[in-house]
């Protein structure tokens, strides 16, 4: 069978990496797939994917190569054999870690020759192929433009600079807004819970405030890019009383306020600084510090 879809060769068939593979296959891409325990390829090549027996054979087969590997150490010893086979290819890393990582992974892909994008994917393997789904990219816009019909088969494919690095500090602060959202939303869910509201009740409502919040977000931004604060919606001191009637709430009703009681901890910091009459974006002040 022909196909005009672009090789794909997927190194690494954890839960994530087989994902990835199975979203190419769907999409008919030639998909070559590698794993140190090859067990793991056998269902992959049972929907079409040729399981190569070697990294080396993994890389040689396609032009576009996508790592999802444990980190980065496992990801250098599973192409330090092959470095003579990677000029001319892309190396697309999706594996997990830090900018510095990124930065020297990329610096070590071009030296032996290879293009290099550092990636993070905004979601768990069932999301992936979904056209909604984020993964984030950065590092040079050619290479990822040149390679975006194929990356499209994974989910939206975001470029966010040459800085071959933000991808995994977007990843990073993009993990910290969901856990410290998603702890907060437990919060509350126990706080109504005490008085016999399932979840399924208040989480509705919770998703709809989130609407609200997401245009708190807006309006702050530009503040926090101008490192002014105009205190004309709500201020610091506003909030600091308002977080008093929370702890109150969910202590009455033995819920545990560690969470809240840090929110309340960097506002009295922000006042204590100056900000009590400025926005609730001034706490960003603090956190810098």
């Known amino acids: 069978m022909t196909t005009d879809r672009q090789a794909v060769t997927v190194l690494g068939l954890g839960q994530m990496g087989s994902a990835l593979a199975a979203a190419l296959l769907e999409r008919g891409h030639p ?18 994917a040729h399981a ?8 040689t087969a396609s032009p576009l190569i996508v790592a999802c590997v444990l980190d980065y150490d496992v990801l250098r010893t599973v192409l330090a054999p092959v470095t003579g086979s990677l000029a001319g290819r892309t190396l697309v890393n999706l594996t997990s870690g830090s900018p510095e990582q990124a930065r020297e992974a990329e610096k ?10 550092d990636g993070a994917i905004m979601t768990t393997p069932p999301g992936v192929g979904s056209p909604g789904t984020m993964f984030l990219y950065s590092g040079e816009r050619a290479v990822l433009d040149t ?7 994974l989910g939206d494919p975001v470029h966010l600079g040459t800085d071959v690095g933000l991808a995994s500090l977007y990843d990073a ?4 807004l969901m856990w410290s959202t998603m702890t907060g939303w437990l919060h509350g869910t126990a706080m109504v819970g005490a008085e016999g509201t399932p979840a399924t009740d208040f989480t509705p409502v919770a998703i709809r405030w989130l609407t609200t919040v997401a245009g708190f977000l807006t309006t702050y931004a530009p503040q926090v890019d101008a490192g002014t604060y105009p205190g004309d919606d ?14 109150h709430a969910a202590e009455a009703r033995g819920v545990d306020n560690a969470l809240p009681e840090l929110m309340k901890s ?7 600084t100056g900000h009590g009459s400025d926005s609730y974006a001034s706490v960003i002040e603090v956190l810098k510090k």
């Open 52 to 59: 190569a027996a070697t990294p080396e054979e993994a890389v």
């Open 147 to 153: 390679h975006r019909p194929t990356l499209t088969a």
């Open 173 to 176: 602060a993009l993990l910290g």
């Open 266 to 272: 960097l506002m009295l910091r922000a006042k204590a």
């Open 31 to 48: 998909t070559t797939v590698w794993n140190r325990s090859a067990a793991k390829a056998r269902p992959l090549a049972d929907r079409g």
């Open 108 to 117: 070590w892909a071009r030296a032996h020759g290879a293009d290099y994008l």
């Open 234 to 247: 709500a201020t610091v001191d506003v909030q600091i009383a308002a977080v008093d009637h929370l702890l």
